[in-house]
């Protein structure tokens, strides 16, 4: 079996959607152009996003200075969810995670992250990341995505192993009588989009993320069981960081809600009440150790560690919890004889597999292109055992 890790840039490549990095310069431009979509939503609260996302950004560039790392997304939602949330300094500084993204040379960090807090301010924050929300959710959502997903077929035949699978696809995403189809692999996903979802319903491909749909878009996943997700003979679409449309509820449950709803206050929605989106930032350490994401760290690691090929495409492999967990499982296949093959396709690879540091790891320096997409073929091909 075949698995495979994608990121931000798989998602940019695919679906349009920009990566960590570019959200930063989009915020503003999508909140210029949904000014009245934003009002409709946080109303008064909305009229000083703009004056209060430069006042922030400010702020924690100067904190990110010293890191020589550009801004992303996922950085700015960590430290306003900090904020908002009072969490201790104390307590933050002793993540290695926010050290990394806080630190400010010569200058005590908890003393540092205490002046973040008092420029940027908790009401502020509050603000920002309800506005960082409403756009992540918009910008995610890819029911409205209309681009060519031919590369998307000629991949999915390229893992699978199974010639022609492309034409297949494409027959039944033009006739749904066809019915459903059953594959299995194992997609790992850092990426909160609905892309992959969309893409195996519009083409009839049966997929599960753990989460059961049913006729009122209302579902339940219990989390403390996962094997009914990763026994199941279909596309399994595991995502480490959470997705746009999960939310935790105040019964502790996950369930598959409408995020445009829920962010009307539609608070009680089917009877249940959506307590906590399923956004986790990695700089804040904590999805790692949560159910049922620990379940799913737990199932890369030991799907890596056989000897199956696994690709990683458009993922930088800068998430420390992931680029540990990859390389302790690749040293124990190699404990183990079992020698696991890694391709990495992006167009910055050379750079992803030095920062791995792993043997047994081919660079494939280009976009995802039918041409790209045949050398992942070949690789599979070569390094597939039955």
Same mark, same amino acid.
Request: net charge negative.
């Given at each position: 079996?075949?698995?495979?890790?994608?990121?931000?840039?798989?998602?940019?490549?695919?679906?349009?959607?920009?990566?960590?990095?570019?959200?930063?310069?989009?915020?503003?431009?999508?909140?210029?152009?949904? $000014?009245?979509?934003?009002?409709?939503?946080?109303?008064?609260?909305?009229?000083?996003?703009?004056?209060?996302?430069?006042?922030?950004?400010?702020?924690?560039?100067?904190?990110?200075?010293?890191?020589?790392?550009?801004?992303?997304?996922?950085?700015? &939602?960590?430290?306003?969810?900090?904020?908002?949330?009072?969490?201790?300094?104390?307590?933050?500084?002793?993540?290695?995670?926010?050290?990394?993204?806080?630190?400010?040379?010569?200058?005590?960090?908890?003393?540092?992250?205490?002046?973040?807090?008092?420029?940027?301010?908790?009401?502020?924050?509050?603000?920002?990341?309800?506005?960082?929300?409403?756009?992540?959710?918009?910008?995610?959502?890819?029911?409205?995505?209309?681009? *060519?997903?031919?590369?998307?077929?000629?991949?999915?035949?390229? &893992?699978?192993?199974?010639?022609?699978?492309?034409?297949?696809?494409?027959?039944?995403?033009?006739?749904?009588?066809?019915?459903?189809?059953?594959? #299995?692999?194992?997609?790992?996903?850092?990426?909160?989009?609905?892309?992959?979802?969309?893409?195996?319903? #519009?083409?009839?491909?049966?997929?599960?993320?753990?989460?059961?749909?049913?006729?009122?878009?209302?579902? &339940?996943?219990?989390?403390?069981?996962?094997?009914?997700?990763?026994?199941?003979?279909?596309?399994?679409?595991?995502?480490?960081?959470?997705?746009?449309?999960?939310?935790?509820?105040?019964?502790?449950?996950?369930?598959?809600?409408?995020?445009?709803?829920?962010?009307?206050?539609?608070?009680?929605?089917?009877?249940?009440?959506?307590?906590?989106?399923?956004?986790?930032?990695?700089?804040?350490?904590?999805?790692?150790?949560?159910?049922?994401? $620990?379940?799913?760290?737990?199932?890369?690691?030991?799907?890596?560690?056989?000897?199956?090929?696994?690709?990683?495409?458009?993922?930088?492999?800068?998430?420390?919890?992931?680029?540990?967990?990859?390389?302790?499982?690749?040293?124990? $296949?190699?404990?183990?004889?079992?020698?696991?093959?890694?391709?990495?396709?992006?167009? *910055?690879?050379?750079?992803?597999?030095?920062?791995?540091?792993?043997?047994?790891?081919?660079?494939?320096?280009?976009?995802?292109?039918?041409? $790209?997409?045949?050398?992942?073929?070949?690789?599979?091909?070569?390094?597939?055992?039955?």
């Amino acid at each position: 079996m075949t698995a495979i890790l994608v990121g931000a840039g798989f998602s940019k490549a695919t679906y349009g959607i920009p990566t960590m990095k570019g959200m930063v310069d989009e915020f503003p431009i999508w909140m210029n152009n949904h $000014s009245d979509e934003i009002y409709n939503l946080l109303r008064d609260e909305s009229k000083n996003i703009l004056e209060y996302y430069y006042e922030m950004k400010k702020a924690i560039d100067f904190a990110y200075d010293s890191t020589k790392q550009e801004l992303d997304i996922e950085a700015i &939602l960590s430290i306003l969810d900090m904020i908002s949330k009072q969490n201790i300094p104390e307590n933050i500084a002793k993540n290695p995670g926010l050290k990394l993204l806080l630190h400010r040379k010569g200058m005590d960090l908890s003393v540092m992250i205490r002046e973040v807090i008092s420029e940027i301010g908790i009401e502020k924050a509050t603000v920002m990341s309800k506005a960082f929300s409403i756009f992540l959710f918009n910008i995610c959502d890819t029911r409205e995505v209309k681009k *060519d997903i031919s590369n998307l077929d000629l991949l999915f035949e390229a &893992l699978l192993g199974e010639d022609k699978l492309h034409d297949t696809l494409e027959q039944h995403r033009k006739d749904p009588k066809q019915g459903v189809m059953n594959r #299995s692999m194992d997609i790992f996903t850092t990426n909160y989009d609905n892309g992959l979802e969309k893409y195996c319903h #519009s083409c009839q491909l049966a997929y599960h993320t753990g989460i059961e749909y049913n006729q009122i878009y209302d579902s &339940l996943i219990n989390v403390k069981e996962t094997s009914q997700l990763f026994q199941s003979n279909a596309i399994r679409i595991i995502k480490l960081h959470g997705s746009i449309d999960w939310w935790r509820c105040e019964d502790g449950y996950l369930r598959h809600m409408d995020p445009k709803l829920v962010l009307k206050n539609v608070s009680n929605y089917y009877g249940h009440i959506a307590h906590e989106n399923q956004l986790l930032y990695p700089a804040l350490g904590k999805s790692i150790y949560q159910l049922p994401y $620990s379940d799913m760290f737990q199932r890369l690691r030991g799907v890596i560690r056989n000897d199956k090929p696994f690709i990683i495409i458009g993922h930088s492999c800068r998430d420390e919890d992931i680029v540990a967990i990859v390389r302790e499982a690749i040293m124990k $296949s190699i404990e183990d004889k079992h020698y696991t093959q890694i391709a990495v396709l992006d167009p *910055d690879a050379n750079s992803i597999v030095s920062r791995l540091g792993l043997p047994n790891t081919t660079p494939i320096n280009k976009e995802i292109t039918i041409e $790209s997409i045949n050398e992942i073929k070949q690789f599979v091909k070569i390094n597939r055992r039955q």
